[in-house]
Structures are given as C-alpha cells and as structure tokens.
C-alpha cells in the first residue's frame, strides 16, 4: 500500500471516530424529542438529564484540541560536534535514503532505534525529526548493522510513515479518553451504590435485622453500553491501523536492505532479539543484582558491563542467533513476527555486500567510557544514584548476596521460630533434628492440601523439598553471618559459592556444592544423621 492510500486510511478511521459520535449525539437527541413528545413531565425530565450525560464525553472526546505528549525518554541528546563519527554515518545513511536527517539524537539505555517526527496540521506539514538510539543496541552491532537499522527508521521517513502517526495517534488517544470517562463515571455509579447499600445494611444490622446483599450489578449500565460501542470501533481501528503499520515494517525492511544491503540487514534482524533477551537477563542477573542491597557497579559498569556478558557468552549468542523466534501472530501486533521479516530479507538476491563494516558500533562514539557513565546519570532515577559504588563485580556480588541471606525468611524460619519460641538459627534447627522432631517442626510448614493428608514416608516426600531448600539456605546465611562466605562471579555462568577452606571454582570442581548438598540430605533423612553438616561448619559457628 502507497503513502497516499496510507494516509487516506488514516483519515477516513479517524473521521470514523467522529461520525460515529455524531451518530450517538443525534440519537441521544432524537431520544430527548421522543421524550418531550410522547412521555410525562419528570419522566422526560430524567430522560434528558441522562442523555445529556453520556453526551458529556463524546463531546469533548470530539472536541480534544491536540494530543497528549507523554514525558521525553531519558538519554542523553548528542549534538553533532561531541559525536562526528556518529552523526557522519546518520547523515550518510540519510543522504543515501534521500531524505533529511534528523535534529536532533538522543541516546538511550534501551535495545532499540526508532524515529518520530512533530508535524504540524496533523501531518500535512513536516516537523522537527528525532532519532532516538539504544546505546546496549550500539554495544550489540556492528557498524554493518547500525547502518542498516538506521536505512530501516529513514525507510519510516521516506514513506511518510511518521507524518501519518499523527493522526493515527490523534484517533488512538480520543477513542481511549471516551472510552476511559464512560469506564471512570460507570465505576463511580457502583461505587455510589454500592456505599448507600452498604449504609441501609448497617441500619438494617443496627435494627436486629437480617442484611441484604450488596447488588451493584444494575449501576453504570448505560455507561458501560456507551463504552462497549467506542471499545468496538476502537478494536475494528486498531486492527486496520496496526495492519498498516506492519506493512510499514516491510516495507522499511526493504529499503534497509537496498542502503545497506541485504547480509547486514537480515543480521541486524537476527541480532535484535538475541540483544534484547540478553539485556533483559543482564539487568535481571547483574546490573541490577545490588539493588536491594543499596549497591551499585562501579561507575560506568551499569550499562558497560553488558558488552562483558555478550563477549563472555558468544557461544551461547551464535545459537540464538539461528533459532529465530517463532512468535505468535495476532492483528494487534504492530510488528511482523521477526522470522517472517528475516526471511523475506534472505529470500532477496546477493548483492555482494557482506563484508563491509565489521567494526563494534559503539567505537563510533568519540568516549564510550564517557557515554556510558553519562546515561546512568540520565537514565537511573536519584535515589539509585545515590547508592553505594562497589570497587568491582566480585565486590557487588558478595556484598549483594551477603544482604540477601541475612534478611532471608523461608518458611523453614518460620516454622523454626513458632515450634522453638526462639530465633530461627541453625544451631537450633541441628538441636530440633537432633532431637527427634524434625518431622514434627515440618508439620508447621505451609502445606499443601495432599502434603497435609499424607502420613509417614509419603509426608516427608512431600516437605523434603522446601526443607532442601531452606536448609541450604540457612547454612549459607550461617557462613556468611562470620564472613566465611564468598561467591565466584563470572560473566558466562551462574555464580558459584566458595566456602571456607575449598579454593576457587577450577581446583574445587562439583566439591562444595556436592558435599553440601549431602550434607544437608544426610540431616533431612528419614533417620537423620546431622554429623556431615557439623563437620562442614567452622568451629565459630558451632558454638555460636
């Protein structure tokens, strides 16, 4: 579909907005006639009040002058003297698409590019352009690549796709700002009603009689019938505008590979979602793994770090990198799934180009040490800001893990503490099996119904699990109460535990996780044996 077909589309579903609020103002004016022609005094009276009350939103739904602006996306806007490198790749990519480059980049802490464009008379004018730019996205391409997400977003340009959103957008906010007063004065109805029930219930109960139940099911009936209509047409819009907007994808798909040819782009399309996955575990698993703590990387690290974890799990990288995701598709989707883009990308005839720019994007930043210390202070809110700095990630983890134990409540604590009356150590919980009651303090443990139900061995099947668990982590909260404790960190695995005295992650092997492990099997036996998991404690902690 052409831009001018596009826009048309555009229109007619936001003039579709609007005749049907004419339709709706001219029935509910033509119920007031009806009204005053054919039916009594206060009958009518109620009869107008109510129309003119679901008149109110469509009115000024209709009426609103101009859109919304959400709040700007933090990053950190780059003007073209701090970055030549980058801003002579944006203007070369741009005069190759043939359109007019941006005024303005901003660099973001998020995996992702995109455009947008301010045009005036909905569209019809051109308005100032922004290109907003990923700097983990930089961290992930190469400069192949980066040249060919840029000739995709000016593929937006070029098709007119930004001066569209315009009126796109404008349909989208009116119909969610009719729909959200209906909801919002509905909602107000069953509140109202549901208080005067509850208040002739109390003077019922304060009577000695018997209360009514609480119905609100008959309130903002005429509301949420007026709200269904717009959600209707709301959903019949969407569907048409998001189709158009996935035919934009393709379409700008193909110009990425005419720029910036057809390797790059179907790499760059493969890449995006692997980044995406990986930044999401990397803020999961370290950027943010202090937080709680009141901890955080040193300075630089909290977005410079990601670029240690890609290098650290390439191979990992390379197989998800082959394994496009298989999405499912639904007609609200405002993007093609990304296999079917890759693959009508590879589908197109070589064209020679696979060897150009193989260079990291983010060397185009004249300081990406800089610019990766600048967009924490942009991005990360004061108070996390004003968090502690550890001197490394080793230092993050322990400090990290070391908070997280000592304010650790498993069930287990729990039930300790109820079943002893003292505080859940785990000397006292050595003392409990030792005593013979182990299975007695499991009983206190949140159950489920068969756990409960169940007796002898198939109960202690049931709770030996969370009794696992809460176990080892009590004996790892003990460690790390003496500082005995300390964690391995590692880019490309899981952070292993050193206890005292067993040496680093290559000497120690499967050895302190093994050892522990059947130690605290041995205490949590059906004939308990405590013995391994005394001899793993250092003398200060036995006799704490």
Same mark, same amino acid.
């Given at each position: 579909?052409?831009?001018? &077909?596009?826009?048309?589309?555009?229109?007619?579903?936001?003039?579709?907005?609007?005749?049907?609020?004419?339709?709706?103002?001219?029935?509910?004016?033509?119920?007031?006639?009806?009204?005053?022609?054919?039916?009594?005094?206060?009958?009518?009276?109620?009869?107008? %009040?109510?129309?003119?009350?679901?008149?109110?939103?469509?009115?000024?739904?209709?009426?609103?002058?101009?859109?919304?602006?959400?709040?700007?996306?933090?990053?950190?806007?780059?003007?073209?003297?701090?970055?030549?490198?980058?801003?002579?790749?944006?203007?070369?990519?741009?005069?190759?698409?043939?359109?007019?480059?941006?005024?303005?980049?901003?660099?973001?802490?998020?995996?992702?590019?995109?455009?947008?464009?301010?045009?005036?008379?909905?569209?019809?004018?051109?308005?100032?352009?922004?290109?907003?730019? =990923?700097?983990?996205?930089?961290?992930? &391409?190469?400069?192949?690549?980066?040249?060919?997400?840029?000739?995709?977003?000016?593929?937006?340009?070029?098709?007119?796709?930004?001066?569209?959103?315009?009126?796109?957008?404008?349909?989208?906010?009116?119909?969610?700002?009719? %729909?959200?007063?209906?909801?919002?004065?509905?909602?107000?109805?069953?509140?109202?009603?549901?208080?005067?029930?509850?208040?002739?219930?109390?003077?019922?109960?304060?009577?000695?009689?018997?209360?009514?139940?609480?119905?609100?099911?008959?309130?903002?009936?005429?509301?949420?019938?007026?709200?269904?209509?717009?959600?209707?047409?709301?959903?019949?819009?969407?569907?048409?505008?998001?189709?158009?907007?996935?035919?934009?994808?393709?379409?700008?798909?193909?110009?990425?590979?005419?720029?910036?040819?057809?390797?790059?782009?179907?790499?760059?399309?493969?890449? %995006?979602? @692997?980044?995406?996955?990986?930044?999401?575990?990397?803020?999961?698993?370290?950027?943010?793994?202090?937080?709680?703590?009141?901890?955080?990387?040193?300075?630089?690290?909290?977005? =410079?770090?990601?670029?240690?974890?890609?290098?650290?799990?390439?191979?990992?990288?390379?197989?998800?990198?082959?394994?496009?995701?298989?999405?499912?598709?639904?007609?609200?989707?405002?993007?093609?799934?990304?296999?079917?883009? @890759?693959?009508?990308?590879?589908?197109?005839?070589?064209?020679?180009?696979?060897?150009?720019?193989?260079?990291?994007?983010?060397?185009?930043?004249?300081?990406?040490?800089?610019?990766?210390?600048?967009?924490?202070?942009?991005?990360? @809110?004061?108070?996390?800001?004003?968090?502690?700095?550890?001197?490394?990630?080793?230092?993050? &983890?322990?400090?990290?893990?070391?908070?997280?134990?000592?304010?650790?409540?498993?069930?287990?604590?729990?039930?300790?503490?109820?079943?002893?009356?003292?505080?859940?150590?785990?000397?006292?919980?050595?003392?409990?099996?030792?005593?013979?009651?182990?299975?007695?303090?499991?009983?206190?443990?949140?159950?489920?119904?068969?756990?409960?139900?169940?007796?002898?061995?198939?109960?202690?099947?049931?709770?030996?699990?969370?009794?696992?668990?809460?176990?080892?982590?009590?004996?790892?909260?003990?460690?790390?109460?003496?500082?005995?404790?300390?964690?391995?960190?590692?880019?490309?695995?899981?952070?292993?535990?050193?206890?005292?005295?067993?040496?680093?992650?290559?000497?120690?092997?499967?050895?302190?996780?093994?050892?522990?492990?059947?130690? @605290?099997?041995?205490?949590?036996?059906?004939?308990?044996?405590?013995?391994?998991?005394?001899? &793993?404690?250092?003398?200060?902690?036995?006799?704490?």
């Amino acid at each position: 579909m052409g831009a001018t &077909l596009r826009a048309l589309r555009a229109l007619v579903l936001l003039l579709g907005f609007h005749l049907l609020s004419l339709v709706l103002l001219a029935a509910l004016l033509g119920l007031d006639v009806v009204a005053f022609t054919w039916g009594h005094g206060p009958v009518a009276a109620k009869i107008v %009040i109510v129309s003119v009350l679901l008149a109110v939103p469509v009115v000024r739904g209709m009426f609103m002058l101009r859109t919304p602006r959400g709040e700007g996306e933090p990053g950190i806007p780059v003007p073209e003297a701090a970055e030549p490198r980058l801003w002579a790749l944006v203007r070369d990519v741009a005069a190759a698409a043939g359109t007019r480059v941006p005024d303005r980049i901003l660099l973001t802490g998020d995996v992702n590019a995109s455009v947008s464009e301010e045009p005036r008379l909905l569209g019809l004018f051109p308005g100032p352009r922004r290109l907003h730019l =990923g700097v983990p996205l930089l961290t992930g &391409l190469t400069e192949a690549q980066l040249r060919a997400v840029l000739a995709h977003e000016y593929g937006h340009f070029t098709g007119g796709d930004t001066r569209l959103s315009a009126l796109v957008v404008r349909g989208r906010v009116q119909l969610a700002r009719v %729909i959200g007063q209906f909801h919002a004065k509905a909602d107000g109805k069953v509140a109202a009603e549901r208080a005067r029930q509850e208040q002739a219930a109390a003077k019922r109960v304060a009577q000695g009689k018997k209360a009514k139940k609480v119905d609100t099911s008959g309130s903002g009936v005429t509301y949420r019938m007026m709200a269904g209509i717009y959600t209707a047409y709301a959903r019949l819009y969407m569907r048409a505008s998001l189709s158009t907007a996935r035919d934009q994808e393709f379409a700008a798909d193909l110009s990425a590979a005419r720029l910036a040819g057809r390797d790059a782009t179907a790499s760059a399309l493969r890449e %995006i979602p @692997v980044l995406s996955a990986s930044h999401r575990f990397y803020l999961d698993s370290y950027a943010t793994l202090g937080l709680q703590a009141g901890l955080l990387p040193p300075r630089g690290e909290f977005f =410079g770090g990601f670029g240690k974890l890609l290098t650290a799990r390439e191979p990992e990288l390379v197989r998800l990198r082959s394994e496009l995701p298989e999405e499912p598709t639904s007609p609200y989707d405002s993007h093609p799934p990304i296999a079917e883009r @890759v693959r009508r990308i590879e589908a197109l005839p070589a064209d020679g180009r696979t060897a150009e720019a193989k260079g990291a994007a983010l060397a185009l930043l004249t300081d990406p040490g800089r610019t990766l210390a600048a967009l924490e202070d942009a991005v990360l @809110v004061d108070e996390v800001l004003a968090f502690r700095r550890t001197a490394g990630w080793a230092e993050l &983890l322990d400090a990290s893990m070391a908070a997280g134990l000592s304010s650790a409540q498993t069930p287990l604590h729990r039930a300790l503490a109820a079943h002893t009356g003292q505080p859940p150590t785990l000397t006292a919980l050595l003392e409990v099996i030792d005593q013979g009651r182990l299975w007695q303090l499991a009983e206190q443990l949140p159950l489920s119904r068969e756990a409960a139900a169940a007796k002898g061995r198939a109960f202690r099947e049931f709770v030996r699990p969370v009794m696992r668990r809460s176990v080892r982590t009590m004996v790892l909260a003990e460690f790390s109460a003496y500082a005995l404790l300390h964690w391995e960190f590692s880019w490309s695995s899981p952070a292993a535990v050193r206890l005292p005295g067993w040496g680093s992650r290559a000497a120690q092997g499967d050895g302190p996780e093994a050892a522990l492990d059947a130690a @605290v099997d041995a205490a949590l036996a059906d004939h308990p044996d405590t013995a391994p998991l005394r001899a &793993l404690l250092p003398p200060a902690t036995q006799n704490a």
